[in-house]
């Protein structure tokens, strides 16, 4: 079982080559690979899940930044190796303003309102970090950039 998911045949279709090179470097040839997949679908199901494995881990391990946006909040999280750190910004519940709407968050920028509250915070992973980020991006986060960070960092 893959440890965070599987990948779907659409993707390891788009990753063929990475696949075979994979295959080989765990010595399984191409016409193996094919017998494999006839006689013993099982292993080969749980060779698929290691390469998912590999693949995952490898973009969560490159993921520095995350975020999530609600309608009365917005997070971003910097994702270091030991600890995460939160900005965010909470708006209260009478306040007309929704975060998820990208036109007002423009405008925000020029005006903003008064009444929102900085949120900052900062937790050491309980889980193995790459483990925590996927739990966190199956939750409504999503891998981002520095960009909304650093606009509430300073």
């Known amino acids: 079982m893959a440890k965070y998911r599987t990948l779907t045949l659409d993707e ?4 063929e080559k990475e696949f075979v090179d994979f295959l080989v470097l765990n010595g399984i040839p191409g016409d193996d690979w094919v017998k494999l997949k006839n006689k013993d679908p099982e ?3 749980s060779i698929c899940d290691a390469f998912s494995d590999v693949v995952f881990t490898k973009i969560l391990k490159n993921c520095r930044y995350i975020e999530r946006h609600a309608p009365k909040q917005i997070v971003s999280i910097f994702c270091d190796e030991n600890k995460m750190f939160l900005m965010g910004l909470d708006a209260p519940e009478d306040m007309i303003i929704d975060f998820t709407d990208k036109v007002e968050i423009e405008k ?8 929102l509250q900085t949120v900052k915070s900062e937790k050491e992973y309980s889980t193995e970090r790459e483990v925590e980020i996927w739990e966190m991006l ?8 520095q960009k909304l960070y650093m606009a509430l960092f300073t």
């Open 43 to 45: 292993k080969a199901d």
């Open 138 to 145: 199956n939750n409504g986060f999503f891998v981002a950039n």
């Open 12 to 15: 390891l279709q788009s990753m």
């Open 108 to 115: 925000l920028k020029a005006n903003p309102p008064k009444g």
